[in-house]
T-cell receptor, first 117, second 112 residues
């Protein structure tokens, strides 16, 4: 199989604090992981592409200083939302290209619901 | 025009009905097409993966791709309440590429 584990599943934080979200590929190596954001009743919007051992590539309009991505190993990528504000409240999902694209597609984590109060 | 369009629904059907979900796209370079199912507050899970035009069947699910019309479909036979979810189409021009695009998703409710 190709399992991506995302943690935490839900987090509530105070405005101005930072939150770290972890994404792990459990049974395969993922040199590239993707971070998405999803607002209610809307589709996934790609925020950034995380490459192991190098800097992440951010989509237009995504603040790289606010959404820090670290991909220090072949199985772990982290997204840190710095100085979070209520407008950052959203559902964040990571994904990785599975070892066999035709079988696994892009495997997604279960998502993290961030609420900033 | 959005790159990938999909009727957002919600679509409500009775249990046992045949469901047809569709996406249209504008980029003729797309060759790889996927359907994902997303339950509420969960990450999407891959349902079907197809390449180029044609049909692919897997149990109660059938995916169709018509590249000439830039139109893809997912059919669900004998729909069950457990099929109630949001269905997202996704497509890419490259098999190993990173640039794949999601449709906005269709919310489906199968009523018992």
């Amino acid at each position: 199989g190709a399992v991506v584990s995302q943690h935490p599943s839900r987090v509530i934080c105070k405005s101005g604090t930072s939150v770290k979200i972890e994404c792990r590929s459990l049974d395969f190596q993922a040199t590239t992981m993707f971070w998405y954001r999803q607002f209610p009743k809307q589709s996934l919007m790609l925020m950034a592409t995380s490459n192991e051992g190098s800097k992440a590539t951010y989509e237009q309009g995504v603040e790289k200083d606010k959404f820090l991505i670290n991909h220090a190993s072949l199985t772990l990528s982290t997204l840190t939302v710095t100085s979070a504000h209520p407008e950052d409240s959203s559902f964040y999902i990571c994904s990785a290209r599975g070892p066999n694209l035709r079988v696994h597609g892009y495997t997604f984590g279960s998502g993290t619901r961030l609420t900033v109060v | 025009q959005k790159e990938v369009e999909q009727d957002p629904g919600p679509l409500s059907v009775p249990e046992g009905a045949i469901v047809s979900l569709n996406c249209t796209y504008s980029n003729s370079a797309f060759q790889y097409f996927m359907w994902y199912r997303q339950y509420s507050r969960k990450g999407p899970e891959l349902l079907m993966y197809t390449y180029s035009s044609g049909n692919k069947e897997d149990g109660r699910f059938t995916a169709q791709v018509d590249k000439s019309s830039k139109y893809i479909s997912l059919f669900i036979r004998d729909s069950q309440p457990s099929d109630s979810a949001t269905y997202l189409c996704a497509m890419s021009a490259e098999n190993y590429g990173q640039n794949f695009v999601f449709g906005p998703g269709t919310r489906l409710s199968v009523l018992p």
